[in-house]
Antibody, heavy 115, light 110 residues
Framework: EQLVETGGGLMQPGGSLRLSCEGSGLIVSSNYMNWVRQAPGKGLEWVSVLYHGGSTYYADSVKGRFTISRDESKDTLFLQMNRLRVDDTAVYYC??????????WGRGTLVTVSS | NFMLTQPHSVSESPGKTVTISCTRSRGNIASNYVQWYQQRPGSAPTTVIFDDDQRPSGVPDRFSGSIDSSSNSASLTISGLKTEDEADYYCQSHDSSSYVFGTGTKVTVL
């Protein structure tokens, strides 16, 4: 089982970016899927979860700006990030959770927000 | 929401024991399971303890977890320290609609 994130890059403040996460050896759409981020030299911060039933939840720091979604036909998880801020700079990990444990992590994709 | 506070760093010699605390700011620590993750530099985290005190397969029994309701905290104990245990460790729990990570502890093996 493996998760691979793509879509990171350098963006200006106020811009938008969409991250993608594809799985191999697992069906992303059948799992509870999360985005967790880690700013350079800082700790882990949970960002958002999409339950297999479709419910979504967000950290207060991204609520109203970020949207988690999936494309079942492509079995891909997304994170649409709008109104990006400098403090959104981080490595973004795609993570599966099972019974509230984050048990499978991707390698992460770096998002840098800077003018 | 609540916070999980950990000591910034701990250090000990090989073969010794370290214990990392994780204190919950609001709500009962026992009301939601606590997990512990190890993160080595440049790598994604991996689970060393789940459901307060359970070890995933492949994690040595030198790692153990516990809960103390009197101090509203969880603890990760690493006994027989090895140089390979040098890493950052994070506790994690949840409430009804969000997940929370601890502030993280850097373990240094002297």
């Amino acid at each position: 089982e493996q998760l691979v994130e793509t879509g990171g890059g350098l963006m200006q403040p106020g811009g938008s970016l969409r991250l993608s996460c594809e799985g191999s050896g697992l069906i992303v759409s059948s799992n509870y899927m999360n985005w967790v981020r880690q700013a350079p030299g800082k700790g882990l911060e949970w960002v958002s979860v999409l339950y297999h039933g479709g419910s979504t939840y967000y950290a207060d720091s991204v609520k109203g700006r970020f949207t988690i979604s999936r494309d079942e036909s492509k079995d891909t998880l997304f994170l649409q990030m709008n109104r990006l801020r400098v403090d959104d700079t981080a490595v973004y990990y795609c993570v599966r959770s099972r019974f509230n444990t984050f048990d499978l992590w991707g390698r992460g994709t770096l998002v840098t927000v800077s003018s | 929401n609540f916070m999980l506070t950990q000591p910034h760093s701990v250090s000990e010699s090989p073969g010794k024991t370290v214990t990392i605390s994780c204190t919950r700011s609001r709500g009962n620590i026992a009301s939601n399971y606590v997990q512990w993750y190890q993160q080595r530099p440049g790598s994604a985290p991996t689970t060393v303890i789940f459901d307060d005190d359970q070890r995933p397969s492949g994690v040595p029994d030198r790692f153990s977890g516990s809960i103390d309701s009197s101090s509203n905290s969880a603890s990760l104990t690493i006994s027989g320290l090895k140089t390979e245990d040098e890493a950052d460790y994070y506790c994690q729990s949840h409430d009804s609609s969000s997940y929370v990570f601890g502030t993280g502890t850097k373990v240094t093996v002297l």
